[in-house]
C-alpha cells in the first residue's frame, strides 16, 4: 500500500521505477559536484577572495535549513511528497544558475553588494534543497522495497560515482584550461541544465502521494517527543552526528589545505575526488551485498572504523613527502572506500529498523534535522579552529589549525563509532557475529 492514500504499489511496479530513481541520481550527482557538493564549490568561495571564517558559514547554510523539517514534514505529507520533491528540487536549480550573473553584479555593483547577492542566492537554494529533502526521505522509504535496499543502495552509488568520475574529469579540464571565475561559472551553468533534466526523471517514480489532513497534523510535535524517547533512535542520531562532524570538518577545507600546504593546483584536487569516487564504486557493490546478506550493522562497523585512517593520513603525510600525489591518491582512495560503507550501512540501518514506517514523518522530520545541525556544526567548527589558528599559535603553544582540525575530526569520528555500536542490529548479525560465520565457514572450507 503506498501509505494513507489508500493505492496500491506493488513490488514489481516500484522494481521498474528504481532505474528511473537511478538516473535522477546520476544527474543531481553531477549537478551537486559542479555547483555546490563538492571541491569546486569550496575553491570557488576560494577564489572569490573569501577568509575561510566565512566560506565556514556559507557551506553550514546548506545543513542549517535542514531544520525546517521539523515542522515541515506534515505540509509536506498534506501536500504529497513527490510532489513538493519535484517542485523544490526543479525550482533550485535555476536558483543556482543566478549565479551566473555574479561578475555582472560585481562589476556594476561592486564586491561587497555581490558578496550580498551570493549570500541571497544560496540561502534561497538551501531553502528549497531542504524542502525538497524533507519530502524525499520518507518517499524512498515507500518506493524502495525493504529487501532490496542495499543492493539498490550500492548500484545507486556505484552509477553516481562512476558519473561523478566523469563529472569531475571535465572539472579538472575545464578549470586546468580556463582562468579566474569563467569555468567555474560554465560548471555552474550546465550543471543546473543537468540537474534540471534529472529532477524530470522523478516523475516515473511511484509514491508520496498527498495524505489528507487528519489528526497526524496536531500530533506531529507530540510523535516527535515520543520518537525522541526512543533509545535506539537517539543512539543511532549520536552516532549520525559523530561521523558527520568528523567526516564534513576533514573535507570542509581539504581542497583548500591541498593548495595551501601541498601546493597542488585546482585541477589536480579536483582530480583526487576521481579517486574517492572510484574507491567509493569498487567497494559500494561488495558493501551493499554484504549489507543485504549479513545487515547493516557488519557494513557500517568497519566501514566507520576505516573512516579513521584518512585524518591520520593527512597528520603524517609531509609536504615534502616523495610521490606525494600517490600517497594523496591512496588517502582520498580509502575515504571513498570508508564512506560509501558508512551511507550503505548506516542509510540501511535507518530504513529497515531505526524508523518503523507508520511513524516515518516524526522519524525523519528529526532525523533530517539534526542531519542538518550536524552538518552545520562541521564548517563552522572548522572554519572556527582555522580561524583561532591562522597564526600557528594560540596563547605561546605552536598549534597548527589545520592539525587542530584533523584531530579534533578524529576524536567525532571515534565518539560516532563508539554510538553507532549501540544501536540494535537489524538481522541477527552484528559485527561479531558476522566475522566469526565467516571465519567458521573459511575453516571449514
Not at 120 to 148: D, G, H, K, S
Not at 186 to 192: D, Y
Not at 311 to 325: D, G, I, N, R, V
Request: net charge positive; aromatic share 10%.
Amino acid at each position: 500500500m503506498s501509505e494513507h492514500d489508500g493505492t496500491t504499489i506493488s513490488e514489481r511496479q516500484k522494481i521498474r521505477a528504481l532505474p528511473w530513481a537511478l538516473g535522477g541520481g546520476v544527474l543531481n550527482s553531477i549537478f551537486a559536484l559542479w555547483t555546490f557538493g563538492g571541491s569546486v564549490f569550496v575553491l570557488f568561495l576560494n577564489e572569490l577572495g573569501l577568509p575561510k571564517g566565512r566560506i565556514g558559514v556559507i557551506l553550514s547554510l546548506f545543513p542549517f535549513c535542514g531544520l525546517l523539517a521539523l515542522g515541515f514534514a506534515p505540509v509536506a505529507a498534506r501536500l504529497g511528497r513527490k510532489r513538493v520533491f519535484l517542485v523544490c528540487y526543479g525550482a533550485r536549480k535555476p536558483v543556482m544558475a543566478l549565479l551566473l550573473a555574479l561578475p555582472w553584479v560585481t562589476t556594476r555593483f561592486g564586491q561587497e553588494t555581490a558578496l550580498g547577492f551570493l549570500g541571497c542566492v544560496i540561502v534561497a537554494f538551501a531553502v528549497l534543497r531542504a524542502l525538497a529533502e524533507t519530502a524525499v526521505y520518507p518517499w524512498m522509504q515507500e518506493f524502495i522495497p525493504n529487501r532490496m535496499r542495499g543492493r539498490f543502495a550500492a548500484w545507486s552509488a556505484v552509477s553516481g560515482l562512476i558519473t561523478s568520475g566523469v563529472a569531475l574529469g571535465i572539472a579538472g579540464q575545464v578549470l586546468g584550461k580556463t582562468a579566474g571565475l569563467s569555468g567555474y561559472l560554465w560548471l555552474i551553468g550546465t550543471g543546473a541544465a543537468l540537474g534540471f533534466v534529472g529532477v524530470l526523471l522523478n516523475v516515473k517514480v511511484p509514491g508520496g502521494a498527498p495524505i489528507p489532513q487528519s489528526r497526524e497534523d496536531g500530533r506531529h510535535w507530540r510523535n516527535m517527543v515520543k520518537a525522541l524517547r526512543d533509545r535506539n533512535l537517539t543512539a543511532y542520531l549520536g552516532g549520525m552526528a559523530g561521523l558527520t562532524i568528523g567526516s564534513t570538518m576533514l573535507m570542509a577545507f581539504l581542497p583548500i589545505y591541498l593548495r595551501e600546504r601541498f601546493g597542488l593546483e585546482a585541477a589536480a584536487v579536483v582530480r583526487l575526488d576521481i579517486v574517492a569516487a572510484a574507491g567509493g564504486a569498487l567497494a559500494s557493490l561488495g558493501w551493499g551485498w554484504l549489507a543485504d546478506r549479513v545487515g547493516s550493522r557488519p557494513v557500517l562497523m568497519p566501514a566507520a572504523t576505516i573512516m579513521l585512517a584518512p585524518p591520520l593520513a593527512w597528520l603524517w603525510l609531509s609536504p615534502s613527502a616523495p610521490h606525494l600525489m600517490l600517497w594523496c591518491a591512496v588517502i582520498y582512495l580509502a575515504s571513498g572506500v570508508a564512506v560509501n560503507g558508512v551511507a550503505i550501512g548506516a542509510g540501511r540501518l535507518l530504513y529497515n529498523s531505526v524508523t518503523p514506517s507508520e511513524k516515518n514523518t516524526a522519524y525523519m522530520s528529526i532525523y533530517y534535522a539534526w542531519m542538518g545541525v550536524t552538518g552545520g556544526v562541521a564548517p563552522l567548527l572548522a572554519g572556527g579552529l582555522l580561524t583561532v589558528f591562522r597564526d600557528g599559535a594560540l596563547r605561546g603553544l605552536a598549534v597548527d589549525g589545520y592539525r587542530a582540525m584533523f584531530v579534533m575530526a578524529i576524536v567525532f569520528l571515534i565518539a560516532g563509532a563508539l554510538l553507532y555500536k549501540r544501536v540494535r542490529p537489524d538481522d541477527r548479525h552484528t559485527t561479531r557475529t558476522a566475522v566469526r560465520s565467516f571465519l567458521n565457514r573459511i575453516a571449514q572450507r
